[in-house]
């Protein structure tokens, strides 16, 4: 692995520092062990490095906002080495821990931890450092309980776990500083409401603790700011963090693929620019070759070997590759061994794996800000541009990559939404701080509402939540008996076993992973010898796979996996076996995780853009003939808008939206309009949705209907239809049972299921599946089915958007009505994966199945019975 | 459909009516499974008896029984019955009212209180067919069992669902787990294959409507 050297940054000429809040002095001079150390590199500290460590000194809680390169680490850690050569304030009350570092990746911590050590050692200060995560053993785990170092590295499930100890108090007691790297990744996600929490307790255990974000560039640095300051609610000011905030160095160097290759209309593989990537490659030293899921990145790794005549060194990098095979593809990186690597969100954060030239970006890059942060994945120095090549899939994503690469040379970001704490994360802190010790509710409600994401939990909220922690939070009061927490005689609350602690401690944090299934190829003795059924033996470990995406597969089945076209043999306990397939055109797997729609900050873009033709200039030609067609045969929506066509093709009466609200929202969309259709006669029969347009295809004459009066366009498209409708709709759709899921693990409903006990779970768990039907039927009010709503709205489901979309066009539907499929509506008329409507697609496939065996068994009639 | 000669329906309520006798057969209702896991500390809903018994309730109203056989496991552990609400009790009684009803003991029950109503009995026989919790190994005649929670995969055209079925042959036929907290075995387990020694068996999978009958080349493992 490379390293992220603890330097002020390299060959940096202009910083500047813009401050506020804080108009303090710099410090004059460094302790003489750090000015010596920093002498002898030949570096001078920077000013942003010397006015957190004035910060530090004020004692107030500073964000720092820099782009990659500008020494942020260093400038984190340096008030803590600087206290060091300090004489101490008395002997500690504790157990001696001073900084805690946390960051979101345990690699990225134990990367810093091999980079602070050297500098420490060479100023001669003593201090020991140390990382904690889920890696390190549990001997060493125990120790740091009671000996911690003085400087800690860890993760926010592991400043969970040590907030739970008996211990806590002592532990950190001595706690001064709390470094947050890549705080912008952590703070609008349920792990950053969990370490909020956990913020909020430090700061009860160690008063007056100082707090230091570390940031890339965001949109609105106010919530980062707030979320580091603890709140109070007797104020009706939010209180704010102060900043520092560094302008980013020389502008990145983004183009957008030009090629002699023909656009695609939807395809999503950009298989059509592999000879222009691959050159691309080759004309650099290290590229990243950045895709949106595994699928694609599967695909791209595939595409780029089969045209990889030269056989430039090109490696594959996602997260459902087996660890071990990861680290030697980042070792190779930082050796310099490799010319490419090709990578999903993995290589997103922090680390530098070496000296990286060119990002490539397939397709398009969804988000503003995710952008601009893998584009910084190239080039650490901070006067160099970072230089970036975008491959847009399809025409559609060839608009998206202009308005992304428009909003990077504005310095453009997406907004993060400014999120409310989850209640099932809150119940499982409340547990928390009950493993620890006896809690009073009135203390500890006024200690979570510290926390921004918390701030205005109302007493009654906090009181279900601490009830659904105890009992579960029944409207039926059947479980008092068996609370798993219970009143002091002092009227506080306190555990009722040590069990709940285990318990506790087996289910803590957020990241409720889908289940993975190991993938192996099967074993000499099994894949050769004798003919007829033999054992599956299990050979090397080639990764893993979703399980649901591993449910849908048979015996025989091709998929690639790692780079290799894999058969799929059979299964055994939770793994599947599979041979190397020979195929030349492997069946590919469809990975459901791991796509972010569209943000809603570049939908705007590209709405903007298609409504201004004299914008067009900056397409390529085939794009711009493209949209031009589109205004001779039908229009273009306004910026404010909604295009809605109706044609006839293909044998079916279609309806096409072009919403431009990403895929999530348009699927929510899709299902609920469909109803709607249904009941107005229309007979839909599917529909489907991409990040910018919703298609409907059905048998009802829908332009007919329009004309006539029978269909209103503006009825149909209200916002009421987000009430019964999705309500009906949420009671069967698997997203809502997969969110409510997440939901009850975090809050430990349900339990995790944990590595080598799935076996023989028949009677010993409780789907959560089964959960959800019996709350909602019983108990629709219960606390865990809100916070499941409230997930999915902003989440899967993508409702609140859909909501604001809804609201928008309200009075600014466009309709028309075509003889044929216009220009725009080609590439969603051309992609795949139709979904079968209605709630009766499964019993119809039931019936399918029951059919085509009585067909196969020459009976005629497939009636099921009663 | 016949076992062993005689004539049954599967019903998609995941019950057996042998309309000969006028008996209604449900397979491991595991009452009160919700509050054996907050004895342990894990806060289940504690709705699942009550859930069960409107189900129940319900196919009882559709095929007005005379006899109703439990096939075993009704309790999901030995204090199940210690922790019924009074509701659920008396919804039993209810039920019971007017009708023959059959305790079988199963290994989460093997002992059933006079308390809740009903006989109690190991197996029970119906015509040749013989009714136990537990189905046996080896060849037989005539048996209807519960036990094993079978459930099918169902893979088609890429898409699949896993519900409960009723799995059997000629002679034996395994039910579908009745409880609204049970899961599935599925039934291409090494479990399954040794009750139908022959690797033949009809997997009849449940809908919301109706119960289809699947063939072997669209059921999936896990």
């Not at chain 1, 050769?528 to 449910?551: N, Q, T």
């Not at chain 1, 939770?574 to 020979?582: C, G, K, M, Q």
């Not at chain 1, 910026?639 to 309806?655: K, Y």
């Not at chain 1, 987000?722 to 009906?728: E, H, K, T």
Request: proline share 6%.
């Amino acid at each position: 692995m490379a390293t992220r050297p603890l330097r002020p940054s390299s060959g940096a000429r202009r910083r500047d520092v813009a401050r506020s809040q804080s108009s303090r002095p710099l410090p004059t001079a460094l302790p003489s062990p750090i000015a010596n150390w920093f002498a002898a590199k030949g570096w001078t500290p920077r000013p942003h490095q010397l006015a957190l460590l004035s910060q530090a000194r004020a004692r107030r809680s500073t964000l720092l906002i820099a782009p990659t390169g500008a020494g942020k680490t260093l400038a984190g850690f340096l008030p803590s080495l600087v206290a060091a050569t300090e004489p101490q304030r008395g002997e500690g009350k504790g157990a001696g821990l001073k900084t805690l570092y946390i960051s979101p990746l345990k690699a990225l911590a134990v990367d810093v931890a091999r980079n602070l050590t050297g500098p420490i050692a060479e100023m001669e200060l003593g201090l020991k450092v140390e990382t904690r995560t889920g890696d390190t053993p549990q001997s060493r785990r125990t120790r740091q309980r009671t000996r911690p170092p003085e400087i800690l590295l860890t993760t926010p499930e592991q400043v969970a776990l040590l907030i739970s100890g008996e211990d806590a108090a002592y532990l950190f007691a001595d706690l001064e500083t709390v470094i947050l790297d890549e705080l912008h990744a952590l703070v609008p996600s349920k792990r950053g409401d969990l370490l909020a929490l956990g913020l909020a307790r430090l700061r009860a255990l160690a008063p007056g603790l100082v707090l230091t974000g570390l940031s890339a560039t965001v949109a609105r640095p106010t919530e980062l700011r707030a979320w580091l300051e603890p709140q109070t609610t007797a104020e009706l000011s939010i209180r704010l963090a102060d900043v520092i905030a560094l302008s980013g160095g020389a502008k990145p160097d983004v183009t957008i693929l030009e090629t002699e290759a023909p656009l695609p209309w939807a395809s999503h593989t950009a298989r059509y620019a592999v000879p222009d990537v691959l050159a691309a490659i080759a004309r650099h030293r290290l590229a990243i070759v950045f895709v949106n899921t595994r699928l694609q990145a599967e695909l791209m790794f595939h595409e780029l070997w089969k045209a990889n005549e030269a056989t430039l060194p090109i490696a594959l990098h996602h997260g459902s590759l087996d660890v071990a095979q990861r680290r030697k593809v980042e070792a190779a990186m930082a050796a310099g061994k490799l010319r490419a690597v090709v990578a999903t969100s993995t290589l997103d954060l922090g680390i530098d794996w070496g000296d990286v030239d060119l990002v490539i970006h397939i397709g398009a890059p969804k988000g503003a800000s995710r952008l601009i942060q893998r584009i910084g994945r190239a080039n650490h120095r901070l006067d160099e541009p970072s230089k970036a090549l975008l491959v847009p899939a399809n025409r559609f994503e060839v608009l998206e990559c202009r308005a992304a690469l428009e909003a990077a040379e504005a310095g453009a970001q997406d907004a993060v939404i400014n999120r409310r704490g989850g209640l099932d994360v809150l119940a499982q802190h409340i547990l928390g701080v009950a493993c620890a010790g006896p809690f009073d509710t009135g203390t500890l409600h006024t200690e979570v509402a510290t926390a921004l994401p918390y701030a205005d939990l109302t007493r009654t909220d906090f009181d279900r939540v601490v009830d659904l922690a105890a009992t579960g939070g029944y409207a039926l009061r059947a479980y008092d008996r068996f609370a798993r927490l219970k009143p002091t005689d002092d009227g506080r609350l306190r555990i009722a076993h040590p069990r709940v602690a285990q318990q506790y401690r087996l289910n803590v944090g957020t990241i409720v992973e889908s289940p993975m299934v190991k993938v192996r190829l099967v074993g000499r003795r099994g894949a050769s010898g004798r003919p007829g059924p033999k054992p599956l033996v299990g050979g090397r470990l080639v990764g893993e796979i979703d399980e649901g995406f591993a449910g849908e597969l048979k015996p025989g089945d091709a998929f690639v996996l790692g780079g290799e076209t894999l058969r799929l043999e059979g299964f055994r306990d939770n793994e599947i076996f599979v041979s190397r397939a020979t195929a030349k055109d492997p069946i590919v797997p469809s990975y459901p995780g791991g796509r972010f729609p569209l943000s809603t900050h570049l939908a705007k873009r590209v709405r903007e853009m298609l409504a201004e033709p004299t914008r067009w200039q900056s397409l390529p030609t085939p794009v711009a003939e493209w949209l031009r067609l589109q205004e001779q045969h039908s229009a273009l929506p306004g910026p404010n808008e909604v295009l809605i066509e109706t044609f006839f093709h293909g044998g079916q009466h279609h309806m096409v939206a072009y919403p431009f609200e990403g895929r999530l929202a348009h699927q929510t969309l899709g299902m609920l309009l469909t109803r709607r259709l249904e009941r107005a006669g229309a007979k839909p029969l599917g529909f489907l949705a991409n990040d910018y347009a919703m298609a409907i295809w059905g048998l009802g004459d829908l332009s007919a209907m329009i004309a006539e009066g029978a269909l209103d366009l503006g009825r149909l498209l209200d916002e009421d239809m987000l009430g019964d409708d999705l309500d009906a709709w949420l009671a069967e759709t698997s997203l809502m049972r997969r969110t409510f899921r997440h939901c009850a693990m975090i809050a430990g409903l349900i339990e995790r299921r944990h590595p080598g006990k799935e076996k023989n779970g028949r009677q010993l768990t409780v789907s959560a599946s089964l959960v959800y039907d019996v709350l909602r039927r019983h108990d629709p009010g219960h606390v865990l089915l809100e916070a499941a709503y409230t997930d999915a709205a902003t989440g899967l489901l993508d409702i609140a958007r859909l909501g604001e979309f809804l609201r928008r066009i309200k009075g600014r539907v466009r309709h028309i009505a075509l003889q044929r499929a216009s220009p725009l509506a080609v590439p969603i008329l051309l992609e795949l994966g139709r979904e079968i409507v209605g709630g009766d697609a499964r019993e119809s496939a039931l019936r399918e199945a029951a059919e085509e065996m009585l067909r196969a068994a020459g009976l005629a009639d497939g009636a099921p019975q009663p | 459909m016949q076992v062993g000669g005689i004539e049954v329906v599967v019903d998609c309520s995941r019950a057996l009516y042998v309309p000969g006798e006028r008996t209604l057969v449900v397979a491991d209702l595991h009452l009160e499974k919700g509050s054996a896991f907050a004895v342990r500390g894990i806060m289940l809903p504690p709705y699942d008896t009550r859930e069960t018994l409107h189900r129940l309730a319900a196919v009882l109203v559709r095929y007005g029984p005379h006899h109703v056989v439990a096939l075993g496991d009704s309790l999901h552990d030995r204090s199940a019955e210690s922790r019924l609400p009074a509701a659920e009790r008396s919804e039993l009684s209810r039920m019971q009212a007017g009708r023959a009803w059959t305790w079988i003991t199963g290994n989460h029950d093997p002992e059933i209180s006079a308390g809740l109503g009903g006989g109690v009995a190991q197996s029970l026989n119906l015509g040749k067919v013989v009714l136990r919790h537990e189905p046996s190994t080896g060849e037989t005649s005539g048996e209807i069992a519960g036990h094993l929670h079978p459930t099918a995969r169902v893979v088609l055209s890429g898409a699949g669902m896993r519900r409960p079925c009723f799995i059997g042959n000629a002679n034996r036929l395994v039910l579908p787990a009745f409880g609204a907290f049970t899961g599935g075995l599925n039934v291409l387990d090494q479990a399954f294959a040794a009750l139908f020694a022959d690797g033949r068996f009809d997997v009849h999978v449940l809908g919301q409507n109706g119960v289809y009958p699947v063939a072997r080349a669209n059921l999936a493992p896990e």
